[in-house]
């Protein structure tokens, strides 16, 4: 380009030192933005280990939880199978229960019939010892008299 009418001239010598100057300018903003943009990412690498760190941990205790909670199912019975057994214990202890009262009930019977024997036994006993009392008053009476 030629320089126009009237402008003062162009320093060439300027117009590239400038140039160049520019340049190593951009360069150095350039390297630190790439300097900035390293820094960045290595932060970032660094604090997504650490979540995934957490995380795992978090995943070990959950697991952990899971397995205590697998040993719980089998080490506890269920509500139905001990409602089950409950019943059948409540059924043999009815069952128990209703042979003892028959028992009783029978003994009952036995002790009613056996004392009603043994009480016509005491008063077949004691009315011979009162006619023996009496046939001995009798008996002695006349001693008494003379």
């Known amino acids: 380009m030629a320089p126009e009418a009237g402008s003062p001239p162009i320093n060439q010598d300027l117009l590239l030192a400038l140039i ?13 933005q790439k300097e900035g943009v390293k820094t960045a990412m290595d932060a970032a690498e660094k ?3 650490k979540a995934e760190h957490a ?21 506890f019975a269920r509500q139905s199978t001990v409602d089950l057994q409950v019943k059948g214990l409540t059924d043999k202890i009815d069952e128990v229960r209703n042979q ?47």
């Open 47 to 49: 604090a997504v280990a």
């Open 100 to 146: 003892m009262n028959a028992v009783v009930i029978k003994t009952s019977e036995s002790a009613a019939r056996g004392s009603g024997r043994n009480d016509i036994w005491g008063y077949i006993v004691g009315g011979a010892g009162l006619m023996v009392a009496v046939a001995s008053l009798f008996a002695l009476l006349p001693k008494l008299g003379h």
């Open 20 to 32: 160049k100057s520019l340049d190593e300018k951009v360069g150095l903003l350039i390297n630190a």
């Open 55 to 75: 995380a795992d941990k978090r995943f070990e205790a959950l697991n952990e939880l899971r397995g205590m909670a697998a040993d719980w199912r089998t080490e």
